[in-house]
């Protein structure tokens, strides 16, 4: 595809650890349905939430390069552990480019979201332990309100067994007990609002608000992210002036059959053709996977 004259014109790119992301795609594609996407998913080092900082910073810092070549005119940082780690190293490594690209990620607005929902000033988290250890929600709440308290759960094994489950089924009992668990300290702390604190989780929202109840509010990242995505690109004047219905491409650095497979389920849309990719620090530097399968 000719790269666009007009930087209106110029696709969104957005990215996350595997198929988790694509849930805040499919609600940047219904609230910017004009606009062009290019998606990548980096499932060769999945999951993100069991890396240190700096080794997301540096994954980080190989995707922003392979996104660059597809001359975007916004980054989206669709991974809560990514955004906690490295997103103030992406923002200056692309502002640093010819292109000057803005990066948006999803902690800040979930954050203000949360905080203007709760009625009782008691926000619960469920995230990657990366995203609990970093404190990123912490400073984010304290910022929008210092009087607001913020429970946070680290749950390292909710996301990949919804995104690679042992048994290939999803919704199973051993899942049901996983978020029951994970799910208790907030109960007891009786939060209001939950925020969850990584892309994955809102595929299995259901179990989840059963597990808190129903009169929690759970906030997740994808509508709040899209609204900041809106004001981003307007603030520079680089929202497409087209109509109609854009497109939407992927990337994949690991497997395309599975990233095919289980993409659909998490978009809620089909799936274009997946393009597979090897990021130039992988053929130096191959990374050994962070949840290993039996």
Excluded at 3 to 15: G, K, L, Y
Excluded at 63 to 71: C, D, F, G, K, Q
Aim: aromatic share 6%.
């Amino acid at each position: 595809m000719p790269a666009a004259t007009d930087p209106r014109d110029r696709p969104i790119a957005v990215f996350d650890s595997g198929v988790g992301g694509l849930t805040v795609l499919h609600e940047l594609l219904v609230s910017l349905p004009a606009e062009d996407f290019v998606y990548l998913g980096d499932s060769a080092r999945f999951p993100y939430g069991e890396r240190t900082a700096e080794e997301l910073e540096r994954f980080g810092m190989d995707i922003a390069e392979e996104l660059v070549t597809r001359r975007p005119k916004l980054l989206v940082v669709a991974c809560n552990s990514m955004t906690a780690a490295a997103l103030p190293a992406l923002q200056q490594r692309m502002l640093q480019t010819t292109l000057g690209v803005d990066v948006i990620g999803v902690v800040r607005p979930e954050a203000a979201r949360a905080v203007a929902v709760t009625r009782a000033g008691r926000i619960g988290l469920l995230a990657t332990r990366a995203t609990v250890a970093s404190g990123s929600y912490e400073r984010a709440v304290a910022a929008v309100d210092p009087h607001v308290d913020l429970i946070a759960v680290a749950c390292p094994d909710l996301a990949p067994l919804i995104q690679d489950p042992p048994s290939g089924e999803v919704f199973t009992r051993e899942l049901e007990d996983v978020v029951r668990a994970y799910c208790a300290p907030l109960v007891q702390a009786r939060v209001d609002t939950v925020i969850l604190g990584c892309t994955h989780y809102p595929l299995v929202r259901s179990i989840i608000q059963r597990m808190l109840g129903r009169d929690v509010a759970i906030v997740t990242s994808g509508a709040a992210l899209a609204r900041q995505a809106e004001h981003a690109l307007g603030s520079r004047g680089l929202a497409t002036t087209r109509t109609g219905e854009g497109t939407y491409s992927f990337l994949c650095t690991g497997d395309v059959d599975a990233f095919r497979a289980l993409g659909t389920r998490f978009l809620q849309m089909p799936l274009t053709d997946v393009e597979p990719v090897r990021l130039a620090a992988q053929a130096h530097h191959p990374e050994v996977p962070a949840w290993p399968r039996a």
